[in-house]
T-cell receptor, first 110, second 110 residues
């Protein structure tokens, strides 16, 4: 079945460590997005990519990095520069404007 | 910055009743979408309405869009306990970048 897969579902990190969240889609979508969601709040855009080998900063890109080497993959690295990384991270993709979301990755910094 | 603002923040109704939630936004848009999120899960697309449309239906869902007032509403008719979730509006004003509000949490009591 076509879909978008995020891993890991839960991740714990010590302060000062970088972590990478995986996002893979087999929907043949050109555009991919990373959002952050804090408790009781909406989604805020971290980074997005509309084509392979190109990506743009969203509203809260500081402390994060991405790559888009393949159409299917858009990994997100949460760096030690991100001061408050504990959150729920959601990846999405689209070709038509309708976003298809993964099930999310919950990152907790200990 | 959040483009969409949902109202109310929380809504509690009995099964069988209708649920109405509203979304207001600030700038001109290409389209507006509504999504549903069950607790701890990814978002699921419900309906997209374009800026030149005024009303759209999908099953028990009815969405209206008033571009002069920069607002939209989502009506869920004959609600069920399974409709319990958070509902978000997302506006697309700029090259596929969707901006989400903070959502309305709907509780449908059996």
């Amino acid at each position: 079945d076509g879909g978008i897969t995020q891993s890991p579902k839960y991740l714990f990190r010590k302060e000062g460590q970088n972590v990478t969240l995986s996002c893979e889609q087999n929907l043949n979508h050109d555009a991919m997005y990373w959002y952050r969601q804090d408790p009781g709040q909406g989604l805020r855009l971290i980074y997005y990519s509309q084509i392979v080998n190109d990506f743009q900063k969203g509203d809260i890109a500081e402390g994060y990095s991405v790559s888009r080497e393949k159409k299917e993959s858009f990994p997100l690295t949460v760096t030690s520069a991100q001061k408050n990384p504990t959150a729920f991270y959601l990846c999405a993709s689209t070709n038509t404007g309708e976003l298809f979301f993964g099930e999310g990755s919950r990152l907790t910094v200990l | 910055s959040q483009q969409g603002e949902e109202d109310p923040q929380a809504l509690s109704i009995q099964e069988g009743e209708n649920a109405t939630m509203n979304c207001s936004y600030k700038t001109s848009i290409n389209n507006l979408q509504w999504y549903r999120q069950n607790s701890g899960r990814g978002l699921v697309h419900l309906i997209l309405i374009r800026s030149n449309e005024r009303e759209k239906h999908s099953g028990r869902l009815r969405v209206t869009l008033d571009t002069s007032k920069k607002s939209s509403s989502l009506l869920i008719t004959a609600s069920r306990a399974a409709d319990t979730a958070s509902y978000f509006c997302a506006t697309d004003a700029n090259a596929g970048k969707s901006t989400f509000g903070d959502g309305t949490t709907l509780t449908v009591k059996p």
